[in-house]
């Protein structure tokens, strides 16, 4: 599973949208992926799930989440 780390673009102060919209968009078909982020990502989860991805989000114990996207049949 290919992950993507944008806690070091959130803790600059940086805005990982795009970024994360790039990542996604090269993904191949039916491919899933994990996502580290320094909060729970609600807007993220809401929109890739308009793109056919379940988002399961967890807290890891440093106060950071990370989230596994799976592409939905």
């Excluded at 803790?11 to 994990?34: D, H, Q, T, Y």
């Excluded at 989000?57 to 440093?62: H, K, V």
Aim: hydrophobic share 40%; aromatic share 10%.
């Amino acid at each position: 599973m290919k992950e993507l780390d944008v806690r070091p673009i959130l803790e600059a102060g940086g805005e990982p949208f795009e970024e994360i919209m790039k990542f996604v968009s090269n993904l191949p078909p039916g491919e899933g992926f994990r996502l580290w982020a320094t909060f729970k990502p609600e807007p993220l989860l809401a929109v890739l799930s308009h793109q056919g991805y379940r988002g399961d989000a967890q807290e890891i114990s440093d106060g950071n989440w990370a989230v596994e996207f799976t592409p939905v049949s």
